[in-house]
């Protein structure tokens, strides 16, 4: 009967000590999301007292049509590196999108929902070859991103090479210099990725195998998780992200080349470090990914309204990543040493 009484008080102070650790996690987010939040509010108070316009409709309008594209990036990025992953192709697949756009709508003068659809449907079989190679061939993510970008930055120079397509069709620039009370449809593009991305990650099913796939692998694959399926879905979602922001991309340059996007891909892993989700994979804040790309948008905006250069906007950023990586680098430290046994 007591070993009974004590067994059943065991339990119970192992499912408070769960709910305990799941309440300290809860918190441990909201304080990374707290605390971006905090950044991005100093950074505007900053800026407006250097200049009054940096809070104007039309500059917040400006600044919100340019962060669209990155914001979307931000949200598939979120996914891969929370699988403990990484994507150095997206500047790529960008690119390829965009020639899809361009042969379609400049060059043959298809019909722009046409164009579109086959966009998307090039940036989620990019997005898939990732996955196929990572998932199924068991290549690392670093080195197989690695190897397509270059395999699809050259197809478009193959296809493009030095030529410049514009003149694109209004319905498509609509998507960046059109206006839904005020905005342009880039910004809500952007807020349903948010949302789909948000919902997704933290309330299905699959977010969960995410988030179980980025902390422990093995220890997914055991609990009967398909780590090849998620991993490869994870990739395709990534493709698809990046197809949207070529989208938008072409939309508001009214333009595109082989070379466009050059580079993208450290500001979007800049912009989700920023935002709080660990490079080591397991957790994942797409909330905080939307605030750290308002942030770099608010830096390069504020700093271009102050006449500095853009040599040192990029020096500012390259810092910004660096500090922001040794400080997560140093909690995870911390976090991981503190869990350790006496």
């Known amino acids: 009967m007591i070993v009974a009484v004590d067994k059943a008080v065991e339990a119970k102070r192992g499912r408070l000590a769960g709910l305990l650790r799941d309440w300290l996690d809860g918190r441990s987010d909201a304080a990374s999301v707290s605390t971006t939040a905090l950044l991005l509010v100093v950074l505007i108070l ?4 250097i200049n009054e316009r940096f809070i104007s409709m039309r500059n917040i309008v400006i600044l919100l049509n340019q962060s669209a594209a990155y914001i979307i990036l931000g949200v598939g990025m979120t996914l891969v590196i929370t699988i403990k992953g990484i994507d150095l192709s997206i500047g790529a697949i960008v690119a390829v999108c965009g020639m899809m756009l361009g042969i379609l709508l400049v060059n043959n003068d298809y019909p722009v929902w046409l164009a579109i659809s086959a966009a998307i449907a090039v940036g989620a079989v990019c997005g898939a070859v990732n996955g196929f190679c990572v998932a199924s061939l068991q290549v690392p993510a670093l080195v197989t991103t690695l190897g397509t970008m270059v395999l699809f930055r050259g197809v ?9 397509l514009f003149r694109y069709p209004d319905q498509l620039l609509w998507f960046a210099r059109g206006r839904i009370f005020g905005f342009a449809p880039a910004v809500y ?7 789909f991305g948000f919902v997704l990650l933290n309330h299905t099913r699959f977010g969960k195998h995410v988030i179980a796939v980025g902390g422990n692998a093995e220890a997914a694959r055991l609990s009967g998780i398909n780590i090849r399926r998620v991993q490869f879905i994870v990739f395709a979602l990534m493709g698809v992200a990046s197809s949207l922001a070529a989208i938008i991309w072409v939309a508001r340059l ?4 082989a070379s466009v996007a050059l580079g993208i891909e450290f500001h979007t892993i800049a912009l989700v470090v920023l935002g709080g989700t660990s490079l080591f994979g397991g957790k994942g804040l797409i909330v905080g990914s939307l605030l750290g790309a308002l942030i770099l948008s608010v830096l390069e905006n ?5 006449g500095i250069s853009s ?3 990029q020096t500012l950023i390259g810092l910004i990543f660096i500090s922001v990586v040794a400080l997560r680098t140093l909690q995870a430290r911390g976090a991981s040493q503190a869990d350790e046994p006496m």
């Open 254 to 257: 009214n333009s595109t080349q």
């Open 311 to 313: 040599f040192v906007q």
């Open 302 to 306: 504020g700093l271009a309204i102050t």
């Open 46 to 49: 900053l800026f407006y007292g």
């Open 189 to 195: 593009i952007a807020a349903i990725a948010v949302i």
């Open 156 to 164: 478009a120079y193959v296809v493009l090479e030095d030529n410049i």
